[in-house]
Each structure stands twice: as structure tokens, then as C-alpha cells.
């Protein structure tokens, strides 16, 4: 054990104020490197340094060396004929060194022979150079401040500036008898690939995508959340996998799609011919089946598994074809002709015309949990594409969905909920619009939802599709409770004028209402539920959204007019920024902590701009494209808190008016007096009471004694019938008051 014996020394300017203070002023040559040395100048010159000195040192100048151990560059007469400090007419010698460092250890000089901007350090660098400087560059370097040197190691003033250094502290280490010390770090490079791989271990990487992916069917495979799902095909069992746009813009990639994981993806496909599978349903649902779980299939019974296979083991799936957002969806048989894509040419108009292209897809698995799947259903939506040939591609935008329920299940979006009860981070956040269900003189308030219908379900904003604002029932971007969020888009539309005769404000008005609508506003009773199971039944547990403006009000303000020729229409007041700003608290439970619980909701309109617009008068119309923004900000606004104890109770005791006897009190009504009389049966040949009264007066009157005639309404209960018949007699009484 070492025995820490350090040599201390005051230091000599703290005699007055403990403070070391020096300033460079500006000098002909630029300061590149200049710091100052501790030196005995009371010694030499017999100068008083209880004072701050103010000192003037030239620096080192840009062409002289930097290497080497420290020297003394340069000698500075300051010659004072009054100082202002009082310091006498004298010289002070003052040194300047150099700076103990090797050109290598300057950071950030990344630039061999030129100079880096902002470095500070870089030998490259000339006085001309730093002019166009906005600041020097930090180095990592660490310095020992008890060190009594310290400062000429870190203060480096590089510019032609002022600077002043303050040192506040009684003491400081001259001297340390310590041993040597030295810092353990790995240095030695890894040799070989097995000490490299060694090293990755328990740290991130990025997933081996390609490894496995050709995975082998096993009948002890475990049917649980996770794990994959298998389809039968004629060249064998392999995972059931969809396109999607992973580490591409385009379907190059494709994903394992897991058991009871609902799966989501959008890629475009760029190869829009007969040839694509992808495009042709009757490719999608042909030769496939699926297998209802592992271990009801034991594949070393049959020699083809795709003709062998039983019905309630590989499930064929059910294609059926709907209109847009999967509405209207229909059986289809075998040999219906829109299984195929069939597209044609056109030469002369440089254009392809393809029919019954694949556009959406939606797989929907129904399960009875650990017995397995039991119908497949598969959802499809046919496109017709024409596009003209081009230099560009045309990109078509396929959607792929799988989603999993309970066999007999209905999608039922209401009774989803988004935590139970506090919100969960991911979940989307539930809304609904207040109704009455009673009259104007009772309200039975209820909250309406809207089961099949994800955007009123939930706060949704438009989904960005390439670069075109888009919000239906299958695109939508939900908000995540948790996920702050910003998203531009354009929103492209048309608007016709049913009205026969109409102005340009009524015009700007229905503009702005579908730029409204856009955003789900439609000025009704909006409103969000404050916890993730808020039930619909219980409006106490839902709140409104706050507008900074109300929808009406916004709409209101919009005003539109007519160019002379009435071919455009300039709109004033458009809003193109909302930003949604949501307020959530954690909430404690007797038996649940942090539970997140939502307080408050605000809408903000932002970027009002003005746009002239084209009008079609032929058609009543006005065709108009705008840039919009939203941003959805959470703000954690949990209180600290604080365990609160409850008062304890409070007793009311009433007594007996008799509980005292024989002290019994008597409210004569005057002034502020209370009187408690005390009885004395007194048998002196005849029966009688007397009443002892004393009295208190509240205003202070001085106690006398005095003969009053009692009223017998106000004389005091006598304890026995007898005593009770002579008090309705006149008696005297002796009162003290």
C-alpha cells in the first residue's frame, strides 16, 4: 500500500480574492498556440500579486515549429507609466511556451496538407485560414485539475481574441510520490476469424436473412404464436412466404409468415405482363393447400402428399373476389376467366391495357386454438392497369394482408381494445362520436362506433402512397399510442358545384371541408377514449377533442373569389398543417402501476395559405392540389406522486341535556349569557328548592349578587314531579352574575 504523500502548495495569487486571472489582448501575430507558464515573478521583480495582472504576450507565430519539449519563444516588455492595478513602472517578463504536443494528436486533422475547418490545432491551418472560423473543434483530452499545471495543457487560446482564464482554489498538487501507473485497454489487433466471431457474442447484428431459409417440415414442430406456417405444394411442404419491400423498393424480398401474427406489406411490382404470377390469382391459389398444424400431419405415410394428403389436414384455400376495400366479395369457381391476366398492346397510342390484375390480397386464417386451422379464406381484388410505355417504369402498388382469427369469429373492430386498462405502446388509439339517444329534455348520451370501419374506429391520419394523400378502408396510417409522428403527402381531388348559382367563397369552403374530412374532421361530437378498454356504454370515460378552432368556425373564416373572367378562383384561408397533440398521464390502480391514461386530445391548424385555382365552368368543377402536413406530438405529463394518507374520522357526541346534573345549563336569551344552575333541596319545614345560578357574562360585567324573579317558563327541570309543580310559582332564585 503506497501512502498517498502529496506535496501541497498555495498558490501566491489567492492572497486576496483566490482568484488567477490573465488576459491576452489582440496582437499583430495570430495566437495559435499560447498558454502561460507559472513563473516566480514576485521573486524576480518584487511585484505584488494580491492585484490581478493584466498582461499583453505575443504569441507564437504560425510559421513557427510546434514539436518538441516546451521552450521560451518570446520576451514582452509591458511598460506602465500609471497602471491601473497599481503595479509600478517595471518590466515583466513574461514566458510564452509552446505547446507539448505531437502533430498526430490534433483530432481532428483529418486532411493531410490542408486545412481542416474549425480545427483549431491543424499546423495546416494559416492565421488567413482562420478568419473564416465559426469555432474550434473539441478534443477528447482528459486533464488532471488538482495538478498545479494543469492550465498550461488546456488553455490554448488559437484565435486572435481576448480570453481570460480564473483558477479559484486554496490548494493544488505540485508533486506526487505515486509509482507509475498505466491504463488496461485492449490494443492488440484480433488474429483470426474465430476470435472475431467471439467477440459478436450477446452484441447487435444485423439478422442472417439467407441462412435457413430453406427450412425442413417436422411433425414435432410446436403449433404456438411464432411459429411457422406450412402449405403443400406439388414439389413438397414449405413455409407459407408473401413479397415484401425489405431491403428494396420493389417485391424483391419475400417474409415467413408466422402463426397468429397478423402481417401487413406494400411493394410495387414493375413487371406488369402476363408472365408475373404474382399478378394472376389463378397462379396464387392453384396446386396449394394448407396444413392445419404440424402434428396432424405425419408425412412418412404417404408417398405424394399433395394427392394423398386429407382434407381436414391441408385445407384448400376458399378464393373469393371483391370490389374495392374488399366489399361485395364473391365465390369463384375453377374456370372463371378472371383468374387470368390477359393484357393487349396498343401500337399506335404507345400504351398496355392488362385486365384482372391482382391489386390487393387478404388471407384470413380461422382457428380453434391448439386444434388448428379450419378455414382458409383468401380476399382478392382485381385491377384493370393502362399505362404508356415510357422512360420511366410503371410501378403498381400490390397489397398484401394476413390476418387470424377465432373460428366463428366476426370482424368486430369495437371490441378491440388497445390495453387493458391503460393504453399500450403500438396500440392505435380508440375515438368515437357522441350521440343522444334520449330527447332535448333527457339525454341518454351514448358513444358510437363503427365495428367494420377501421378510420372511424380509430384516430387515423392519410397514408402517404407515393407521395399522394390516400385515406380509405385498407390505406391509412393509425397513430400509435407512444410513436410520435410527421408525414407529408399531396392531396389531389375535384370538386363539382351542384348548386346552380354559387360564389367563390362556397367553392373554398367545400375545398376545405374535404381537406377536413381528409384528416377524419367532420364536425360531429368527436370523441377519444381516456383509457385502452374505455367501453362505449360509459360516455364518462371518453373525452372530447379540443380544437384550437372549431371545424364550423374554420370553415366559417374561408372565403373564395372569382377572377373577372370566372376561369380560376382564388381561395384565402386554406389550411394545410394539423398537428395532433395528445396528453397522457400514468395512473395507479389498487392492484395495477402505471397505467396510461389520456387527458386531453387537441387539433391545431397551421400553414393557412391562399391558392388560386383553375375552374371548369363546362363542368361546374375545381380541380386543386395542395401539400399537407401532420404531426402527432405525445407528451408524458405524469405528475410526481405522492402517498396520502386519509384524515381520520370525525366524532359527534351528543349528550343528555341532563348528563351533568346536577350543572344543568340555562340560555336566558340575554346577551351572551350561559348560566348552569346548581339545585340544593333544602328541608326547612317547608318543601322548596333553591337555585344556586352562576352566570357567565360574555361582555365582561363584573360579578354582583342579586335577587331576580325567575320566569317560570325559564326556571331550570326540577328532578321530581313535586319540584316540577312548585316551579310554575313565582320563586326566588340566587343568582351570582
Avoid at 363539382?496 to 360531429?524: A, D, P
Wanted: glycine content about 4%.
Amino acid at each position: 500500500m503506497y501512502l498517498n504523500l502529496w506535496i501541497l502548495m498555495i498558490s501566491r495569487t489567492i492572497a486576496q480574492n483566490s482568484e488567477k486571472s490573465v488576459t491576452v489582448g489582440p496582437t499583430n501575430s495570430t495566437a495559435v498556440t499560447a498558454y502561460t507558464e507559472s513563473t516566480d515573478y514576485a521573486e524576480d521583480q518584487n511585484i505584488d500579486f494580491n492585484v490581478t495582472t493584466e498582461m499583453a504576450l505575443t504569441t507564437c507565430d504560425v510559421n513557427c515549429s510546434l514539436s518538441g519539449n516546451e521552450s521560451v519563444v518570446n520576451t514582452t516588455e509591458v511598460a506602465n507609466s500609471a497602471n491601473r492595478d497599481g503595479i509600478p513602472n517595471g518590466r515583466i517578463d513574461t514566458k510564452v511556451t509552446k505547446l507539448q504536443r505531437n502533430k498526430g494528436l490534433c483530432i481532428c486533422d483529418v486532411h493531410l496538407n490542408f486545412c481542416d475547418i474549425n480545427c483549431c490545432c491543424d499546423d495546416d491551418c494559416s492565421s488567413e485560414d482562420k478568419l473564416i472560423f465559426h469555432h474550434c473543434e473539441t478534443e477528447n483530452l482528459h486533464y488532471d485539475t488538482s495538478y498545479c499545471d494543469y492550465m498550461k495543457y488546456i488553455y490554448i487560446n488559437n484565435t486572435p481574441f481576448e480570453w481570460r482564464v480564473n483558477q479559484n482554489g486554496l490548494f493544488c498538487v505540485v508533486k506526487s510520490n505515486l509509482p507509475p501507473s498505466y491504463t488496461v485497454q485492449r490494443k492488440q489487433p484480433l488474429r483470426s476469424i474465430d476470435d472475431a466471431e467471439l467477440e459478436k457474442h450477446n452484441k447487435f447484428s444485423w439478422p442472417k436473412y439467407f441462412t435457413n431459409r430453406e427450412a425442413k417440415f417436422s411433425s414435432n414442430e410446436s403449433f404456438v404464436h411464432g411459429s411457422k406456417v406450412w402449405i403443400v405444394q406439388k414439389d413438397g411442404i414449405r413455409t407459407f412466404q408473401l413479397p415484401s419491400r425489405l431491403m428494396s423498393n420493389t417485391c424483391a424480398f419475400k417474409d415467413d409468415i408466422k402463426n397468429f401474427v397478423n402481417f401487413r406489406s406494400v411493394c410495387p411490382q414493375v413487371d406488369i405482363s402476363e408472365e408475373n404470377r404474382l399478378l394472376n390469382l389463378d397462379n396464387i391459389i392453384q396446386n396449394v393447400s394448407v396444413v392445419a398444424a404440424p402434428y396432424l400431419l405425419n408425412i412418412s405415410k404417404y408417398k405424394n402428399i399433395f394427392q394423398e394428403c386429407p382434407r381436414n389436414t391441408c385445407l384448400t384455400v376458399l378464393p373469393k373476389i371483391c370490389q374495392k376495400n374488399f366489399h361485395n366479395c364473391q365465390n369463384i369457381s375453377r374456370n372463371d376467366t378472371r383468374l387470368k391476366v390477359t393484357c393487349n398492346f396498343d401500337i399506335r397510342s404507345n400504351k398496355n391495357r392488362c385486365k384482372n390484375v391482382v391489386k390487393n390480397i387478404q388471407y384470413n386464417f380461422y382457428h380453434k386454438g391448439s386444434k388448428g386451422y379450419k378455414k382458409i379464406e383468401l380476399l382478392v381484388y382485381l385491377e384493370n392497369v393502362t399505362y404508356e410505355f415510357g422512360t420511366t417504369d410503371y410501378e403498381l402498388y400490390q397489397e398484401f394482408e394476413v390476418n387470424f382469427w377465432w373460428m366463428n369469429q366476426t370482424k368486430n373492430l369495437s371490441e378491440i381494445l388497445s390495453g387493458n386498462p391503460g393504453y399500450l405502446i403500438g396500440k392505435p388509439i380508440l375515438t368515437g362520436n357522441v350521440i343522444n339517444l334520449g330527447n332535448k329534455t333527457n339525454f341518454i348520451l351514448k358513444i358510437e362506433r363503427f365495428p367494420a370501419d377501421y378510420v372511424k374506429t380509430f384516430i387515423v391520419v392519410p397514408d402517404n402512397v407515393n407521395g399522394d394523400c390516400i385515406l380509405n378502408g385498407t390505406k391509412y396510417l393509425p397513430v400509435e399510442f407512444g410513436y410520435n409522428m410527421l408525414t407529408k403527402c399531396k392531396f389531389t381531388n375535384t370538386i363539382f358545384n351542384r348548386k346552380r348559382y354559387f360564389n367563390g367563397t362556397e367553392v373554398c369552403r367545400n375545398i376545405q371541408k374535404s381537406i377536413l374530412e381528409l384528416w377524419g374532421i367532420t364536425g360531429k361530437n368527436k370523441t377519444v377514449g381516456m383509457f385502452g378498454n374505455a367501453n362505449a356504454n360509459k360516455p364518462e370515460e371518453w373525452i372530447q377533442i379540443l380544437y384550437q378552432i372549431a371545424p364550423q368556425k374554420l370553415l366559417n373564416k374561408t372565403v373564395g373569389k372569382f377572377s373577372k373572367s370566372n376561369d380560376s378562383v382564388t381561395c384565402f384561408g386554406l389550411v394545410t398543417n394539423l398537428v395532433v397533440d395528445i396528453y397522457h398521464s400514468k395512473i395507479d390502480f389498487p392492484n395495477l402501476l402505471n397505467q396510461e391514461k389520456i387527458l386531453a386530445v387537441s387539433y391545431t391548424f397551421r400553414g393557412f395559405t391562399n391558392k388560386t385555382l383553375v375552374y371548369n365552368k363546362q363542368k361546374n368543377s375545381t380541380s386543386f392540389e395542395i401539400d399537407l402536413e401532420s404531426q402527432v406530438v405525445f407528451y408524458d405529463i405524469s405528475a410526481q406522486k405522492h402517498r396520502k394518507f386519509v384524515d381520520p374520522p370525525s366524532l359527534e357526541i351528543k349528550l343528555p341535556y341532563d348528563f351533568f346534573y346536577p350543572f344543568i345549563k340555562i340560555e336566558n336569551g340575554v346577551g351572551d349569557k350561559n348560566c348552569f344552575a346548581i339545585g340544593l333541596q333544602i328541608k326547612n319545614g317547608a318543601k322548596h328548592n333553591t337555585m344556586t345560578i352562576f352566570c357567565y357574562n360574555g361582555y365582561s360585567q363584573n360579578h354582583i349578587d342579586m335577587l331576580i324573579d325567575i320566569d317560570p317558563s325559564g326556571c331550570p327541570p326540577s328532578p321530581s314531579p313535586e319540584d316540577r309543580a312548585y316551579c310554575r310559582n313565582p320563586s326566588k332564585c340566587r343568582k351570582k352574575c
